[in-house]
Antibody
Framework: QVQLQESGPGLVKPPETLSLTCTVS????????WSWVRQPPGKGLEWIGY???????RYNPSLKSRITMSTDTPKNQFSLKLNSVTAADTAVYFC???????????WGRGTLVTVSS | DIQMTQSPSSVSASVGDRVTITCRAS??????LAWYQQKPGKAPNLLIY???TLHSGVPSRFSGSGSGTDFTLTISSLQPEDFTVYYC?????????FGQGTKVEIK
């Protein structure tokens, strides 16, 4: 059973860079597609982007200029960097994965990132 | 971007009721649609993908149907643990997009 765990700072100052890591256990990072999804407090879900283990990525155009995703195969981790953050980037950030890029079979618990000075 | 519109935004029902939630896409997405259930403070859980395929371990009281632009999620007999929020998601065209959510409340 694949399990995911997000880690990273809970508070980021504008206009710094938000950096999160997702650690995969119970499965190999090379076997699945990996995504990030965020949810502002009290609001709906927004897909941020996905990455395949060898580095192929697709990002949401609304965030594309600010996003970088990467994988660390030996550590079985993947990461998200979102630069130039503003208060609008305050959200619970979920890492998620699946056998394809289209749906999210399993999810991390999510981590709240607050952007505030 | 493809816009996904769910209706109703909320629905009140009782244990044992049959509930149907609708999701409409702003353009044809074939059967590239998934449904998720999200409980407060938790991550979403995949219920259905490819419009009508039940994800592993999901109770058979959940079913999905539709293609093109109109889709439905049906819960045949509501159980106490089903009172929460449901989202649809399209994966036909990037960026993947979600509906705004439907809250199923206890009447």
């Amino acid at each position: 059973q694949v399990q995911l765990q997000e880690s990273g700072p809970g508070l980021v100052k504008p206009p710094e860079t938000l950096s999160l890591t997702c650690t995969v256990s119970g499965g190999s990072i090379s076997s699945y597609y990996w995504s990030w999804v965020r949810q502002p407090p009290g609001k709906g879900l927004e897909w941020i982007g996905y990455i395949y283990y060898y580095g192929s990525t697709r990002y949401n155009p609304s965030l594309k200029s600010r996003i970088t995703m990467s994988t660390d195969t030996p550590k079985n981790q993947f990461s998200l960097k979102l630069n130039s953050v503003t208060a609008a980037d305050t959200a619970v950030y979920f890492c998620a994965g699946g056998g394809g890029p289209w749906y999210f079979d399993f999810w991390g618990r999510g981590t709240l990132v607050t952007v505030s000075s | 971007d493809i816009q996904m519109t769910q209706s109703p935004s909320s629905v009140s029902a009782s244990v044992g009721d049959r509930v149907t939630i609708t999701c409409r896409a702003s353009q044809d997405i074939g059967d590239w649609l998934a449904w998720y259930q999200q409980k407060p403070g938790k991550a979403p859980n995949l219920l259905i993908y490819a419009s009508s395929t039940l994800h592993s371990g999901v109770p058979s009281r959940f079913s999905g149907s539709g293609s093109g632009t109109d889709f439905t999620l049906t819960i045949s007999s509501l159980q106490p643990e089903d009172f929460t929020v449901y989202y649809c998601q399209q994966s036909h065209t990037l960026p993947w997009t979600f509906g705004q959510g439907t809250k199923v409340e206890i009447k």
